[in-house]
C-alpha cells in the first residue's frame, strides 16, 4: 500500500501536467483553425470572383463574336449579289438584329461614311463621322471593336457631353463588293453587357468591363466610374495587362479601401473584365464566425478539465481501476468471438483437421457449398467428401511423409445428384516438434476457372481445325523468321510438307517470281511492326514452278506481355482474276478502237457524199424550175430527184453532227443569256410546218428571265429537233404544247408535247440512240433516227439533260432541263 502512494502522487501530477498540456493545444488548434478560415475565406472570395470574371468574359466575347459572325455572313450575303439593293440590304439588316437582341442598330456606309442602307431607316446618303471612332481596320472582312460613343444612333447629331447617359459601341468590318470598299456598321447596346454583369455579381462585388486601351465600356450600378471615362495610368493597364492575360491583386483598386481586384483578358478581343470588392467586407463574415471558435475553445477547456477530474477521481480509487481490468477481458473474449465470426463468414473453405485427416472444425461456407449440417461434416475424412477418381489424390495431402510447406491438389467434389464442383486444396501440416497435431487448410472453388479452361481448350481446337481447313494457305513464323505451323492448302500450293518446314527460316521456301537468285520478302518484324493488318499483291512460284499472282496478307500475333509473339500469313490466289482482267482491258481497247474508226468512217464518208448531193439538188432544182411550163411530168420527175437529194443532204449533216459531238472535235460558243426569245425563235421558224397540219400551238413561258450559259444555235437545234418531232407525228388538226418555267432546283424546265401515238414504256431510253425509232413512230413519218441522239449529246455538253415521257391521254412529252446561273465550259 505504501509502494502504491508515490506511484498515485505521480499519475496525479502527470494527469495534471498532461489537461494543461492539451488546454495549451486546444488553445493553439483553435488559434491555428481561425487563421486557417480566414485564409480560407480570402481564397473562397478569390476563387468566387474569378469565376465571375470568366462568366462575365465568357458573355461579353460571345456577344461580340456572334455579332462579328453575323457581320461576316452579311457582307458573305452581300458580296453574292449582282448589284448592291439598299431595300434587300436594309431587309437582311433587320434580320440580323431579331437575331441578335445585343445589338441596337446597324447599317450598310460607303467608305466615305455615307449611309447606304440602315436597319433604322436613316435617309440614303446621310454622312456618319467614322474618324471619331477611332483608327478604321484596315483589312478585308476583319470586324473591329471601335471606342465607346455617345447617343443612341448613328444620326443623332454631335456626341452628348455625358456619354454614360446614352451610348452605343461599334462594330465596323470593312469589305470590297462590286469593285468598291465597304463598311457595314453594328451598334452594340453596352446596357445589355451591364444589365448581365448586373444580374451576375452578387451585390457586394463590383464588375466592369473596359477596353485594351482602358476606356470603360460597361459596369455595374455601384462601380464608381462612368462609362466612356479612360483608365489609360490606372495599375491594372500599366503593370497587370502587359505581365498577364489572367491574374488579380490585393490592394488599390478603382473604388476606395482595400480591395480584393481579379481581372481577365477576353480571348479574342481587346477587351478585359474587372471584378472587385471590399475586403473589410468579405472579413465581416468572418469575424461574426469567431465567437463560434471562441465558444468552441471554451467547451474544449471544460472538456479537458472535465476528463482531468474524471482521471483524478479515476486514480483515486482502486476498486473502480479493477472493474476496467475486468471489462478489459471482458472485451478480449468479445473479440475473439467476433473473430470467430468473421472466419466462418469467409467465401473460401477454411478447416482443420487431426493427425488422421479428420474434421474438426469448419467454417459456415462449408454448408453452403455441400448443403449439409456443419456437424454432420465434423469427423469425415475430406477424402470421402471428394469424387473417387481423385480421392488418392487428397490422402497423398494428408500423409505423414510428404513434404512440409503448403501442400495444393485439384479435386471434383460431387455437391448433390448430378453436380460436380471444383475445388483448390491447399493443406498445412501442424507439427509439435516432429509430431504432426493435425492440419490447417482451405480450399477455393475453381469451377468456373476450370471448365474457362476446357472451353478454351475446345475452341483452340476448333481454330485449329479451322485453319486446317482454310482453302488459303496460311503460315505462322515466331520472332525468328522461322515457321511454327503451315496448313493443308500450304503444303499442296508449295508441295512441300509440314515436316520439311517446321523450324525452318521463311526465305528458304515461297520464292517470289523475277528474283535470281529467287528470295522471299517474307521479313516476320520489318515492316509490319507497329501495324495490325499488312496486304499488298506479289507473285510467287507454285509447286509446278508456274508463276501466280497471290495477294499476300500479313498480321501480327500478340504474345506475352504486349509484345509481339510472331506473324500470320495467308495468300489469296487471284491469278485468273487477273488474267479476266487483262482479256477484260484488251477488248475495251479493241471496243474503243472500233468506235474510232467507225467515227472516222462516217466523217470521211459524209464529207465525200455532200459534194456529189449539192451538184444533184442544184440541177435538179433548175430542171423542176425549167420543165414546169415545157414538160410538167419531167418537171415533177425533177422534184422527186430534189426531195430525194434533201433527205440524202439532211440524214449526212446529221451523221457529221453525231460524229463531230462524239470525236470531241464540234465547238460550243456559250455565252449568258436568256433562253426564252430562243424558243421564242424556234417556234416562229417552224410556224408555217404546224400550218400546214393544221395544228394549234399552246405556248406558255415563264414570266422571269431564265438566263443560263449556252450556246444559241445548239440549244435552237435541240427545241427545232424535238419540236419537229412532235409536229411530224401529231395528227392533222391535233394540238401541241411549248411551256418553259424556272423550277425550285435552280434549273430551267422546257416542256414540249404532243397528241401523237407516244412511245412504248421500254423504249424511251433507246429512242436518244443512234439510228433507233420509236416502234410507233418508225412507219410512215419518215426520220432518220438521229436527231434525239443529236439533242442529248448537245445537252449533255452543255450541262443539262433531255428525257421522254408518255402523256396521260396519248401522246409524248420531251423534258429539256438547263442549269441557270452556270454552266461548264466545253
Known amino acids: ?104 442598330e446597324a447599317a450598310l456606309l460607303s467608305e ?86 448586373q444580374g451576375v455579381a452578387e451585390p457586394e462585388w463590383h464588375a466592369a468591363l473596359f477596353s485594351y486601351q482602358g476606356q470603360l465600356l460597361a459596369a455595374t450600378t455601384e462601380f464608381p466610374l462612368k462609362p466612356g471615362t479612360w483608365q489609360q495610368a490606372h495599375r491594372l493597364f500599366r503593370e497587370a495587362l502587359p505581365a498577364q492575360a489572367i491574374g488579380g491583386w490585393q490592394g488599390a483598386g478603382f473604388s476606395e479601401g482595400h480591395q480584393m481586384v481579379t481581372y481577365r483578358v477576353s480571348r479574342s478581343r481587346p477587351m478585359v473584365v474587372v471584378v472587385e470588392q471590399e475586403r473589410s467586407r468579405l472579413l465581416a463574415e468572418w469575424r461574426d464566425g469567431l465567437w463560434w471558435n471562441a465558444g468552441a475553445l471554451l467547451v474544449m477547456e471544460l472538456l479537458i478539465l472535465g476528463g482531468m477530474a474524471a482521471a483524478l477521481r479515476a486514480l483515486a480509487t482502486r476498486a473502480q481501476a479493477q472493474k476496467v481490468l475486468d471489462e478489459a477481458y471482458a472485451k478480449l473474449s468479445a473479440s475473439e468471438q467476433e473473430m470467430s465470426l468473421v472466419l466462418r463468414s469467409i467465401q473460401e473453405l477454411i478447416f482443420r483437421t487431426n493427425a488422421d485427416g479428420e474434421l474438426v472444425f469448419v467454417n459456415a461456407r462449408w454448408s453452403l457449398v455441400t448443403r449439409e449440417p456443419t456437424q454432420k461434416i465434423l469427423g469425415r475424412k475430406i477424402s470421402t467428401l471428394a469424387a473417387p477418381a481423385d480421392r488418392a489424390q487428397v490422402e497423398r495431402l494428408f500423409s505423414e511423409t510428404a513434404p512440409d510447406g503448403v501442400r495444393h491438389a485439384e479435386v471434383s467434389v460431387p455437391v448433390s445428384p448430378g453436380e460436380l464442383r471444383r475445388f483448390s486444396l491447399a493443406v498445412v501440416p501442424l507439427r509439435t516438434g516432429s509430431r504432426i497435431d493435425g492440419f490447417a487448410g482451405s480450399a477455393v472453388d475453381v469451377t468456373e476457372r476450370y471448365e474457362a479452361e476446357a472451353r478454351l481448350q475446345q475452341q483452340l481446337h476448333l481454330v485449329a481445325l479451322l485453319l486446317e481447313l482454310s482453302p488459303q494457305p496460311t503460315s505462322m513464323v515466331d520472332r525468328e523468321g522461322c515457321y511454327v505451323t503451315v496448313n493443308r492448302a500450304w503444303e499442296d500450293f508449295t508441295g512441300r510438307r509440314r515436316e520439311e518446314v517446321v523450324g525452318q527460316p521463311v526465305d528458304r521456301h515461297l520464292p517470289e517470281c523475277g528474283m535470281e537468285p529467287p528470295t522471299s520478302d517474307w521479313v516476320p518484324m520489318e515492316g509490319i511492326q507497329g501495324q495490325s493488318l499488312l496486304r499488298y499483291e506479289t507473285q510467287f512460284y507454285d509447286r509446278n514452278h508456274d508463276c501466280r499472282d497471290v495477294v499476300q496478307s500479313k498480321v501480327v500475333v500478340p504474345g506475352d506481355e504486349n509484345g509481339p509473339a510472331g506473324v500470320l500469313f495467308t495468300l489469296t490466289d487471284v491469278s485468273e482474276f487477273r488474267r479476266a482482267e487483262r482479256a477484260t482491258l484488251e477488248a475495251k481497247e479493241a471496243a474503243e478502237e472500233a468506235s474510232r474508226v467507225k467515227s472516222e468512217f462516217i466523217a470521211n464518208m459524209s464529207h465525200e457524199l455532200r459534194t456529189p448531193l449539192q451538184s444533184i439538188i442544184g440541177y435538179s432544182e433548175l430542171g423542176r424550175s425549167r420543165g414546169e411550163a415545157t414538160c410538167p411530168k419531167l418537171s415533177a420527175m425533177f422534184g422527186d430527184i430534189h426531195d430525194s437529194g434533201r433527205r440524202m443532204l439532211d440524214l449526212v449533216n446529221d451523221l457529221l453532227d453525231v460524229s463531230a459531238l462524239e470525236s470531241g472535235v464540234g465547238t460550243f460558243s456559250l455565252e449568258r443569256c436568256d433562253i426564252r426569245p430562243h424558243i421564242t425563235a424556234v417556234v416562229r421558224e417552224l410556224k408555217p410546218l404546224m400550218t400546214a397540219r393544221r395544228l394549234t400551238l399552246e405556248m406558255s413561258q415563264a414570266p422571269e428571265p431564265l438566263v443560263a450559259r449556252v450556246d444559241p444555235l445548239r440549244f435552237q437545234q435541240v427545241i427545232r429537233n424535238v419540236l419537229a418531232n412532235a409536229i411530224r407525228f401529231s395528227p392533222e388538226g391535233g394540238a401541241i404544247t411549248v411551256r418553259s418555267l424556272r423550277q425550285s432546283q435552280g434549273q430551267a424546265h422546257l416542256a414540249i408535247m404532243d397528241r401523237g401515238p407516244g412511245i412504248p414504256e421500254p423504249e424511251l431510253e433507246r429512242i436518244f440512240d443512234a439510228f433507233v425509232q420509236s416502234s410507233a413512230t418508225s412507219t410512215g413519218a419518215g426520220g432518220t433516227g438521229l436527231g434525239l441522239a443529236i439533242c442529248r449529246k448537245i445537252m449533255a455538253a452543255l450541262g443539262g439533260r433531255i428525257y421522254a415521257e408518255n402523256r396521260p391521254g396519248g401522246g409524248a412529252v420531251f423534258h429539256v432541263l438547263m442549269p441557270l446561273g452556270v454552266a461548264v465550259e466545253t
Do not use: C
Not at 117 to 125: D, K, M, Q, T, V
Not at 138 to 144: I, P
Open 1 to 104: 500500500m505504501a509502494n502504491r502512494r508515490p506511484q498515485t502522487v505521480s499519475l496525479v501530477w502527470l494527469a495534471r501536467g498532461v489537461g494543461a498540456a492539451l488546454a495549451l493545444a486546444a488553445a493553439l488548434g483553435v488559434g491555428f483553425l481561425t487563421w486557417q478560415s480566414r485564409n480560407e475565406a480570402l481564397d473562397a472570395a478569390q476563387e468566387r470572383s474569378r469565376l465571375i470574371a470568366r462568366v462575365l468574359e465568357d458573355h461579353a466575347t460571345q456577344t461580340i463574336e456572334s455579332a462579328a459572325l453575323a457581320l461576316g455572313t452579311l457582307g458573305d450575303a452581300i458580296r453574292t449579289q449582282p448589284a448592291v439593293d439598299p431595300t434587300h440590304v436594309s431587309q437582311m439588316l433587320g434580320q440580323m438584329l431579331l437575331a441578335q437582341p445585343a445589338l441596337r
Open 112 to 197: 466615305s461614311g455615307q449611309i447606304i442602307s440602315s436597319s433604322a431607316g436613316h435617309p440614303p446618303g446621310s454622312l456618319v463621322r467614322l474618324g471619331e471612332w477611332g483608327p478604321l481596320p484596315g483589312g478585308d472582312g476583319k470586324v473591329t471593336l471601335m471606342h465607346l460613343q455617345g447617343g443612341r444612333g448613328l444620326l443623332e447629331g454631335r456626341r452628348p457631353q455625358r456619354i454614360d447617359q446614352v451610348s452605343y459601341l461599334p462594330l465596323v468590318m470593312p469589305f470590297q463588293s462590286h469593285a468598291r470598299r465597304l463598311y457595314l456598321v453594328a451598334l452594340v447596346n453596352p446596357d445589355a453587357l451591364a444589365n448581365y454583369q
